[in-house]
């Protein structure tokens, strides 16, 4: 009754700062505003702690930034690009570096994903998302007209993938999966032809307890590059994304699939009579080459994967770690391309006349881009542009230019343009940061810390990004700072030191030191150390968290007195598992959109205060979840503060969920700190 009343008395506030608003206009002579203030009847409440004066002078100016990510080449040669217009992301258009930002899509729930038509119109397919975190296809043939439903929003369908005569797409969806099976993350491809007057779906690949990925069409649209995994009730949700997939050929024509297999090096040991066996091929990320014979993969290499005593970084080399690769479909041969060993290529792709190999490296969280000419065979040296997360990466249709999207913590995403053949990078966007000096912004420092266990005869060191206040300068001793270990990482997930406004606030504002680890499970970081935490393993993760609360008590400028940990997403498992075990240590926690809550065991013990966050979408079974842990935590004596959204799935979309999800947790903060 509470959440009901609350939620009544906000959308009656709504109402009347509409009527105001309209009255004040009318009263001027002058038309009534465009953008009405955003819709809070949406939000529910239970228990927040009251509006602090200091957070709500200070946080609203750290919530402006913007940002933009590109999203794929128009045939004209211009660029779709990503980026929020009010409430909402929505895809927009960019025709020349530094040009205005047309706006082309005006969904009410904004578009998750994108991808253009690649060459013979502006046309382009858009995700929106729907309620119950399912997700509706929409096409434009072009600016101007209305967009037309592909699917009906009833399932979670995936970003489609044009064929090159640019009238198919293919797209995973969980159409046709029993909510039971693996769990409800079964996955299957689907084709459709969008030039069709009524679109109908076709099942390309499917089955049971597999997740099936799309990659690529061929270069004669006559075969589709599939990727298959095994679905297990063990398996978490993140860790499927940064699996390998087994690779197969979809004939369209006669449905026949055909798993990629390449020759296995034989054992020294055999016997000298024993065939050498064909092992699948595996793949993190693949596409058809353009010499039409081979095939370009992020592939993990065979052999017994070492480990090392530092966990992070080791191994043996070009088995640990993704590499770029070229298998010859006809021979099974496989090279490969990029020239590092001891880190991740997280992100490649290859000019349409194949003159051009762009990938990057994942270098601690920091991306390095590499870029190789294959007809001189030469490493090509690349322009010096700022140190930070490169997070898409793509050549035109000529091949002489390559879109990349950047950030760092002192800059929102945007969008550069990288052209081989002159070594030249040229900003085409330019986003906001509001009204925050960027000089006063945080970069964080990379630190080692020694955990619980031992590899190798020794101890395992995990590696954590601190941000720490600027120091003023003053005699006057600084008392030691309240600390937040943020856990955005596990689960085949990896904290990398991207923009982050919030953050920025948290350390700036609040004068938090704000610990960000990659505990095991975390991707990154090799193979082997991605596996010790899956499975019966899970809560090794949160253990890792216990050795940076040993870490934090050994010094002196952080106060171990109020240590506080936020968990998001797989982050918020984590949370709960460390609320549990290190109750004592801890003086309360945040758990934001969770996911796989269900299977704590230990949720009794916890009775440190938790604000939880979470949407409540219809038909959402987190959010089910969610309020049963609620219910949980406050029968067994926890004070809790929740905070839901009724028109969110999992993680908010809507900027105004989003600031409200940050005042809560900055609220929450200041009263436990201050």
């Known amino acids: 009754m509470r959440q009901f009343k609350f939620a009544i008395r906000l959308g009656l506030a709504s109402a009347a700062l509409c009527a105001l608003t309209l009255l004040r206009a009318v009263a001027a002579d002058a038309p009534p505003l465009l953008d009405a203030p955003p819709l809070l009847g949406a939000l529910t409440q239970q228990d927040l702690a009251p509006a602090d004066p200091e957070v709500t002078l200070r946080l609203p100016r750290y919530l402006q930034a913007r940002s933009a990510r590109f999203i794929d080449w128009l045939a004209d040669g211009s660029m779709l690009v990503a980026t929020r217009f009010a409430e909402t992301v929505q895809i927009h258009r960019v025709r020349a570096p530094l040009s205005m930002r047309e706006q082309l899509s005006f969904e009410p729930a904004g578009v998750l994903a994108a991808a253009a038509e690649p060459e013979h119109s502006d046309a382009f397919v858009y995700l929106s998302p729907r309620a119950g975190g399912q997700s509706a296809a929409l096409l434009l043939q072009r600016p101007g007209q209305e967009a037309v439903a592909l699917s009906d929003g009833a399932f979670r369908d995936a970003t489609a993938l044009w064929a090159h005569d640019g009238k198919r797409i293919a797209f995973s969806s969980n159409r046709g999966a029993s909510a039971a099976g693996a769990m409800g993350r079964e996955r299957a491809i689907e084709l459709l032809d969008t030039s069709a007057a009524t679109p109908e779906v076709r099942l390309v690949a499917g089955g049971a307890g597999w997740r099936w990925r799309v990659f690529d069409f061929s270069l004669d649209d006559q075969r589709l590059l599939l990727g ?16 390998d997939a087994e690779l197969f050929l979809a004939d369209l024509t006669s449905g026949e699939l055909t798993a990629l297999e390449a020759p296995r090096k034989s054992d020294s040991k055999a016997k000298a009579d024993s065939k050498a066996m064909a092992a699948p091929v595996r793949a993190h990320a693949a596409r058809f080459a353009p010499d039409g014979r081979g095939l370009l993969l992020l592939a993990s290499g065979e052999g017994t994967p070492a480990s090392g005593a530092g966990g992070e970084g080791t191994g043996t080399a070009g088995s640990e770690f993704w590499q770029l690769r070229y298998f010859d479909a006809m021979s099974g041969d496989m090279r490969v391309l990029s020239s590092e060993t001891a880190h991740d290529v997280d992100l490649f792709d290859e000019s349409p006349d194949g003159h051009f190999l762009a990938y990057t490296v994942n270098e601690g969280g920091m991306s390095r881009l590499a870029l190789i000419d294959q007809q001189k065979r030469l490493d090509l040296s690349i322009p010096a542009m700022p140190p930070g997360v490169i997070s898409s ?40 940061l509001g009204p925050i000096d960027p000089a006063a912004l945080v970069t964080p420092a990379l630190l080692r ?10 101890t395992r060191m995990l590696s954590a990004h601190v941000y ?15 600390v937040l270990i943020l856990l955005r990482t596990g689960g085949g997930s990896q904290y990398r030191p991207g923009f982050d406004a919030f953050v920025q ?20 970081f090799g193979r082997s150390f991605g596996e010790l935490a899956q499975g019966a393993l899970r809560d090794d993760a949160a253990r890792d968290v216990g050795s940076l609360l040993v870490w934090i008590g050994l010094q002196h400028q952080l106060d171990f007195n109020h240590i506080l940990v936020m968990g998001e997403g797989y982050g918020s498992y984590l949370a709960l598992s460390c609320l549990a075990q290190y109750g004592d240590r801890l003086r309360a926690g945040i758990v934001a959109f969770p996911e796989r809550i269900a299977t704590l065991s230990n949720v009794a013990s916890i009775r440190r205060p938790v604000l939880l966050v979470h949407g409540r979408s219809d038909g959402d079974a987190p959010a089910f979840e969610a309020e049963q842990l609620a219910a949980r935590l406050r029968a067994n004596g926890a004070p809790v503060q929740s905070l839901a959204a009724a028109n969110e799935s999992g993680e908010f979309l809507r900027q105004s969920n989003r600031d409200a999800y940050y005042s809560a947790v900055a609220n929450f903060l200041a009263q436990l700190i201050r």
């Open 468 to 482: 720490r206040p600027t120091a003023a300068p003053s005699s006057t001793p600084v008392p030691p700072r309240p």
């Open 228 to 243: 298959r995994e095994a679905l297990s009730a063990e398996q978490e949700p993140a860790d499927s994304a940064a699996a």
């Open 393 to 432: 990466l793509k050549f035109d249709a000529s091949g002489k230019r390559l879109a990349l999207t950047l950030e760092s913590t002192r800059s929102p995403r945007d969008v550069y343009v990288l052209e081989p053949e002159t070594q030249t990078l040229t900003r085409w966007t330019q986003s906001e």
């Open 505 to 524: 606030y948290l350390v700036n504002e609040l004068g938090l030191v704000v610990l960000a680890p990659n505990v095991r499970g975390a991707a990154g």
């Open 449 to 458: 810390f020694p955990t619980w266990d031992r590899a190798d005869g020794q």
